[in-house]
């Protein structure tokens, strides 16, 4: 039986204190590389959207995730609404950028959880959480103190503040991270604001395995602990597809867990960037799946 690394952090009390510390950070707020130093304990919004208030859009079992996070029963998956990135081509950016979904307390939180272990979910998924962290924190110190059990997964878009993440030590079990950009310049492009993107994503990857290491299926093949990185290939941007896996290949073991993702269409904003206003095309596809054997990587996955 698997012990998620949340519960000893949870009987010791020191959960429950670094929950109340990152609150703090909410003052003049410094939870994602923006800094906009909005005080959203006063009930300003920072530049992702939220205040203080905990704002959920939906919760329940999932099975469009990997299948190694699914297993029978789904994912656990909570999508909190906001997010600090802010892409262009947003898949769910009535969520991300309009802020879709319902005020909640951080006890309806912990109750989700509860609910979703329930139902027989694999572990707990929380998507988009950076912003939130204090409320992850302080749901998950309640939760794990009436019984959750699962699994933590922080479904994280990359870009995370190394200072930020060292603190959660000990607390996330799966990191499922993306890599979305390795250069500055696309991502000041498709994500406004954004330019340290590349920089502040390559230091946090190599601080989630340093914490969690490499994902791998236990016998029933599920993932409970490990570094799980997403890459969507997009039009036009092969280059970026090619460097990213490289860099994986040159800076994580080989059988780092990678997803090559092709299931990119142009919504929300992307029509707006002629470039990516399309699909991704077969010889994409396969110069792609090339760029991840000539990095040597041996446990990526690609759509057919």
């Known amino acids: 039986m698997y012990t998620p690394s949340y519960i000893s952090l949870h009987k010791s009390g020191k959960l ?11 003052e ?21 959207g939220a205040d203080a208030s905990l704002r959920i859009a939906s919760f329940g079992p999932h099975f469009g995730e990997e ?28 969520i991300s950028h309009g802020g879709v979904g319902q005020n909640k307390t951080v006890q309806d939180f912990a109750d989700m959880m509860l609910q979703l272990q329930d139902k027989g979910c694999s572990n707990i998924n929380i998507v988009t ?5 204090p409320h992850m ?10 019984g959750l059990r699962l ?21 996330v079990d799966i990191y499922l991270t993306d890599f979305k950009y390795y250069s500055k310049e696309k991502a000041m492009r498709y994500s406004p604001g954004a330019a340290s993107y590349p920089e502040i994503t390559k230091k946090a990857i190599i601080e989630f395995h340093e914490q969690v290491g490499n994902a791998v299926a236990e016998a029933d093949g599920i993932i409970r602990k490990g570094l799980m990185i997403r890459h969507l290939i ?17 800076n994580l073991p080989k059988d780092t867990y990678v997803n090559v993702m092709t299931q990119y269409r142009p919504v929300y904003k992307a029509f707006k960037y002629p470039e990516i206003s399309r699909r991704i ?24």
């Not at 429950?16 to 909410?26: D, G, K, T």
């Not at 924190?137 to 009436?146: G, H, M, S």
């Open 28 to 48: 003049k707020c410094d939870l994602c590389p923006r800094n906009c130093g909005a005080n959203r304990l006063f009930g300003e919004k920072g530049t992702c």
């Open 67 to 94: 299948r190694e996070l699914v297993g029978k029963g789904g994912s656990g998956t909570i999508f909190l609404s906001y997010c600090s990135l802010q892409c262009v081509f947003c898949i769910n950016s009535d």
């Open 137 to 146: 924190l302080q749901a998950l110190d309640i939760a794990a103190e009436k």
């Open 129 to 133: 959480p950076t912003h939130y962290l």
């Open 151 to 171: 699994p933590l997964v922080y479904n994280t878009a990359g870009w995370e503040k190394l200072n930020i993440v060292k603190k959660l030590n000990q607390v």
């Open 281 to 304: 095309t077969i010889a994409e596809y396969k110069r792609a799946e090339e760029a991840a054997k000539r990095a040597g990587l041996t446990n990526y996955k690609i759509q057919g």
């Open 234 to 250: 997009m039009p036009n941007n092969l280059d970026e597809t090619e460097n990213i896996l490289q860099w994986i290949g040159q």
């Open 16 to 26: 429950e204190v670094l929950a109340n510390n990152l609150w703090q950070h909410m």
